[in-house]
């Protein structure tokens, strides 16, 4: 399985990601992300944006993720925190970006 992220050049990478990982884990083993709290809801270092073509897919975030998502800059209609994303059938080929702060 794969995800296609947008770096904050703009230019794009895919990475090979395995099934039931997150999103997060996937972007911090590629150097990509700081994923500080390790996927707990702690600290919003894995924000990304979703393309929207993905977003609706993905269901509504939880009352937690929305409260760290409230705390991460340059934040996007299509803003998820990455380490709520499950790599899976349903994600496989999943696009995302990296907020131009990060
Ligand atoms: S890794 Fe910390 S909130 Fe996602």
């Not at 230019?11 to 996927?39: H, K, P």
């Not at 760290?68 to 995302?96: E, H, K, Y």
């Amino acid at each position: 399985m794969e995800i296609i992220v947008t770096l904050a050049d703009g230019s794009s990478r895919t990475l090979v990601a395995g099934e039931g990982l997150s999103v997060m884990e996937v972007l911090r083993d590629a150097g990509l992300i700081e994923g500080e709290c390790n996927g707990s809801l702690a600290c919003a270092s894995c924000h990304v944006w979703v393309d929207e073509a993905w977003n609706e897919s993905l269901g509504e975030t939880s009352e937690d993720e929305e409260d760290m998502l409230d705390v991460a800059f340059n934040l996007a209609p299509t803003s998820r925190l990455s380490c709520q994303i499950f790599i899976g059938p349903a994600t496989n080929g999943i696009r995302v970006a990296l907020p131009k702060a990060i």
